[in-house]
């Protein structure tokens, strides 16, 4: 089974059917967040598509290393190397420390992965743990000639490179296409080229994160820290690659271009894109303006929320579009997915109690063959779920009595359930308020909530709010006030 995944390959632009470089094992790295502020869901459809091929592979048999890093330091605003330090802006701005910052918004970033169910990766290294690391190939990038050296900055000679390498091939565009996009170099620009990047930036004395190097006390670029760490937990070269599609001109781009000049092979074989989350058509993102964090979600605190959502009608709607596919979201898709994830949830529940009656024909296996096929292919998600819904009407019917079930297909349908919605689509059920002491206690908690509001001590009630969302319990405000979700 494992043999026939299928994967689409930005590289090639094709699905190609995916062997991996060492029989039975994947190497899986993933562009983690860059943590100086809230993440937004778009952010989190990233993640969870990943989440996905991550648990699907480990259903396929194989054992799956899967790096996603933390980008807690070197990403400036513009992605080629222009304007502040996201981090130290941020930093001025909250008046903190730039790692209070990093501290902060990793812990919302692992609290909402939690929330969401998305399994943590097997390493999640840090750009400022592996500076060594980036220093390490930045020298070795100028000593084979690929780089040099403007007082202090080293900036990678990407027209140079392009003469032996194609450094277009991910996004399929031709050098003179990228040097059209990108702004004439002025004089005040210190780099020879206009698509050259930087691996290593010179910090002004101010500047709160700085390390020394030999080129001077400086800090790494942003697209040094993710070679540097997938070389070091992965090899050279390693499977799967992936990020959202708008790290494909520039991130990934000058990734391969580091690698490829590094070590003479690319880094990954395939590489892996999902597409946008947008609103009303547009990319969500912090500065569109329209980029609402979880909390916002599951509270329904956002001007375009109409209510609350829960995290598993969250993930539902997201797994109900291909992750290559845009996916817009509205509050008629979510409540459609809220009214399905229920529907699903409420099959599962019913299974266990399913009569079985003689020894009728088994169509279990045919459906899971289908559930298979679709997420073998592409991990077609929602081609799986499709085939999830027949089984939902299949077991309705059971029980109705419309419909026979033998002992042995009621097992293999729980399995497939388990399988399929809990292992590899990551839902899990999300408890009703029943039970008593449990419901008191909530309560108790959010009357704290609503006094510190009322006394205008938000810290203290996004704190609760926070805590209470690490344990995987949301809280909605609402016109009558706040309810949770376990
Ligand atoms: P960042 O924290 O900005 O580095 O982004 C983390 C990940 O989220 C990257 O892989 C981005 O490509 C991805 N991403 C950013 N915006 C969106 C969006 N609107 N929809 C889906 N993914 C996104
Ligand atoms: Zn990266």
Known sequence: MAKAIRIYNTLSRTIEPFTPLHENRVGMYVCGPTVYNYLHLGNCRTFSSFDI????????????RYVRNITDAGHLEGDRDEGDDKFAKRAKLEKLEPMEIVQKYTQYFHDVMQAFNCLPPSIEPTATGHIIEQIEMTKLLLEKGWAYEVDGTIYFDVEKYSKENSYGILSNRNLNDLLDGTRELSGQDEKQGRLDFALW??????????WPSPWGNGFPGWHIECSAMSQKYLGN???????????IATHHTNEIAQNCACNGVSPARVWMHTNMLTVNGVRMSKSAGNGFLPNELFSGSHPLLEKGYSPMSVRFFMLQSHYRSTLDFSNEALQAAEKGYARLMNAIKLIDNL????DNASYIQSLTDKCEAAMNEDFNTPIAISHLFEGVTFINNVNDGREKISASDKIAIKKLFHDFVFDILGLKMESEQGNDKLDGLMQILLAQRADAKARKDFAASDLLRDQLLALGITIKDGKEGATYNL
């Open 53 to 64: 091929v991550f648990r699907y592979l480990i259903y396929a048999g194989y054992q799956v």
């Open 201 to 210: 930036i010179k910090a002004k004395p101010e500047h709160l994160m700085q």
């Open 355 to 358: 009569k079985t009656e003689g």
């Open 237 to 247: 070269e390693f499977d799967i690659h992936g990020g959202g599609m708008d790290l």
